[in-house]
C-alpha cells in the first residue's frame, strides 16, 4: 500500500496559476503545474478537493494546537475512507517538554487523533535538533508508554543520530516498539548556485543531514524536499522510486511526503514520484493532474 501527499492540505497558490504567482515568477521555467485547485476555490473546500486528489497529508496544524474532537470529526466527513492524515504531535510534548513528563498530555492527543479511524496513519513526533543522544533514555521513556495500536514515526535532527553506534542504538530502539525512523532527503535543496541554495534552504530551513535509508517498523515514512526545477528532482525521484518498488515488494505499507521550497509546486512533484513508482510496482492512477502525459518523467539525458 502507497499513500503520497504534501505537508498541508490548503495552499492559497494552489489557486492562482497566473500574474501574481510567486513560484511561476521564480521559476518560468520550472516544469511543473501549479493548478491543483481550480481557481477562486474557497478555502472551506481544500481539504476536500486535496483527498480526491492525493492520498495522504501530514496535518501540520495539530502541531501548533489540538483540534477540537468536531474538527477531528469534520475532517473525516470531508475525506474518503481510503485517505490517510498523519497528525504531527503537539510541539508542547515534543519541543517544549522534550517528551518529559508528558504522559497524560500524549495519551490525550492520541486520544484525539484516534477520532480520524480508519483514516489515521503514523502520528508524527518530530524531535527538536536540541535533542541528542544524551536524551535518548526520555525517548526510550516515551515509546514505553506509547499506545501499541497506534503507528508512530519518529524524526531526530540532531547530527549525532546519523553516525554510528548512536545510529545503530535509536534504530534498534525504534524496531523494537515498531516504530518507524523518519528519512528525510534534502539534498534537492544543496543544487544550483550558491545563491539559490541559499534561498531555497532560507525558505524551507531543513537541516543538512545524511539519508539513512532504513526500515524499522512495517511502514515506511518519507519526506522529499524537492526543488522547484523538474530536471533536478528527476534523478532523485528516479532513486527513491526504485526505493519505493522494493518496499511494496516486501509488503511495507508507504507514506510519501513531497515539500518544496516554493509549495505551489509540492502536489506535482507528488505526482512526479508517484507516476515514476508506478513504472516499478501496480498502482491505479491518481486523479491529479487530469493529463496523465503530465506527470512522465523527464527522460534523463547522458549528455
Same mark, same amino acid.
Given at each position: 500500500?502507497?499513500?503520497?501527499?504534501?505537508?498541508?492540505?490548503?495552499?492559497?497558490?494552489?489557486?492562482?496559476?497566473?500574474?501574481?504567482?510567486?513560484?511561476?515568477?521564480?521559476?518560468?521555467?520550472?516544469?511543473?503545474?501549479?493548478?491543483?485547485?481550480?481557481?477562486?476555490?474557497?478555502?472551506?473546500?481544500?481539504?476536500?478537493?486535496y483527498s480526491q486528489r492525493l492520498?495522504?497529508?501530514?496535518?501540520?496544524?495539530?502541531?501548533?494546537?489540538?483540534?477540537?474532537?468536531?474538527?477531528?470529526?469534520?475532517?473525516?466527513?470531508?475525506?474518503?475512507?481510503?485517505?490517510?492524515?498523519?497528525?504531527?504531535?503537539?510541539?508542547?510534548?515534543?519541543?517544549?517538554?522534550?517528551?518529559?513528563?508528558?504522559?497524560?498530555?500524549?495519551?490525550?492527543?492520541?486520544?484525539?487523533?484516534?477520532?480520524?479511524?480508519?483514516?489515521?496513519?503514523?502520528?508524527?513526533?518530530?524531535?527538536?535538533?536540541?535533542?541528542?543522544?544524551?536524551?535518548? @533514555? #526520555?525517548?526510550?521513556?516515551?515509546?514505553?508508554? *506509547? =499506545?501499541? !495500536?497506534?503507528?508512530?514515526?519518529?524524526? %531526530?535532527?540532531?547530527?549525532?543520530?546519523?553516525?554510528?553506534?548512536?545510529?545503530?542504538?535509536?534504530?534498534?530502539?525504534?524496531?523494537?516498539?515498531?516504530?518507524?525512523?523518519?528519512?528525510?532527503?534534502?539534498?534537492?535543496?544543496?543544487?544550483?548556485?550558491?545563491?539559490?541554495?541559499?534561498?531555497?534552504?532560507?525558505?524551507?530551513?531543513?537541516?543538512?543531514?545524511?539519508?539513512?535509508?532504513?526500515?524499522?517498523?512495517?511502514?515506511?515514512?518519507?519526506?522529499?524536499?524537492?526543488?522547484?526545477?523538474?530536471?533536478?528532482?528527476?534523478?532523485?525521484?528516479?532513486?527513491?522510486?526504485?526505493?519505493?518498488?522494493?518496499?511494496?515488494?516486501?509488503?511495507?505499507?508507504?507514506?510519501?511526503?513531497?515539500?518544496?521550497?516554493?509549495?505551489?509546486?509540492?502536489?506535482?512533484?507528488?505526482a512526479d514520484l508517484y507516476q515514476?513508482?508506478? @513504472? #516499478?510496482?501496480?498502482?491505479?492512477?491518481?486523479? *491529479? =493532474?487530469? !493529463?496523465?502525459?503530465?506527470?512522465?518523467? %523527464?527522460?534523463?539525458?547522458?549528455?
Open positions: 500500500m502507497l499513500y503520497i501527499g504534501c505537508p498541508m492540505w490548503g495552499y492559497k497558490g494552489w489557486t492562482q496559476t497566473g500574474k501574481g504567482n510567486e513560484a511561476l515568477e521564480a521559476y518560468p521555467d520550472a516544469g511543473y503545474r501549479v493548478d491543483f485547485f481550480p481557481p477562486r476555490t474557497p478555502s472551506s473546500e481544500f481539504l476536500r478537493l492520498t495522504c497529508v501530514e496535518g501540520n496544524t495539530t502541531f501548533y494546537a489540538t483540534p477540537s474532537a468536531e474538527t477531528v470529526m469534520h475532517w473525516v466527513q470531508e475525506t474518503p475512507e481510503s485517505f490517510r492524515l498523519c497528525p504531527k504531535i503537539s510541539r508542547s510534548i515534543s519541543h517544549a517538554s522534550r517528551l518529559d513528563s508528558t504522559r497524560t498530555e500524549t495519551l490525550t492527543f492520541v486520544e484525539r487523533m484516534r477520532g480520524l479511524k480508519s483514516r489515521l496513519g503514523p502520528l508524527f513526533l518530530q524531535l527538536p535538533p536540541s535533542f541528542e543522544p544524551s536524551s535518548l @533514555e #526520555q525517548l526510550r521513556t516515551f515509546l514505553a508508554f *506509547w =499506545p501499541s !495500536d497506534v503507528r508512530l514515526a519518529v524524526e %531526530v535532527r540532531h547530527a549525532a543520530f546519523f553516525k554510528e553506534p548512536i545510529a545503530s542504538e535509536l534504530n534498534m530502539l525504534l524496531s523494537s516498539h515498531g516504530v518507524g525512523r523518519v528519512i528525510m532527503d534534502t539534498r534537492p535543496l544543496r543544487v544550483g548556485s550558491a545563491k539559490e541554495q541559499q534561498v531555497l534552504q532560507a525558505r524551507e530551513r531543513k537541516p543538512n543531514l545524511p539519508v539513512p535509508v532504513v526500515s524499522t517498523a512495517d511502514f515506511v515514512f518519507v519526506r522529499y524536499i524537492g526543488h522547484p526545477r523538474r530536471a533536478v528532482n528527476a534523478p532523485f525521484l528516479t532513486e527513491w522510486a526504485q526505493q519505493a518498488g522494493q518496499w511494496l515488494t516486501e509488503g511495507r505499507t508507504l507514506y510519501l511526503f513531497c515539500h518544496c521550497p516554493y509549495e505551489d509546486y509540492s502536489p506535482a512533484i507528488c515514476r513508482i508506478r @513504472e #516499478q510496482a501496480p498502482l491505479p492512477p491518481l486523479l *491529479w =493532474p487530469p !493529463d496523465s502525459s503530465d506527470t512522465q518523467p %523527464v527522460q534523463e539525458r547522458l549528455f
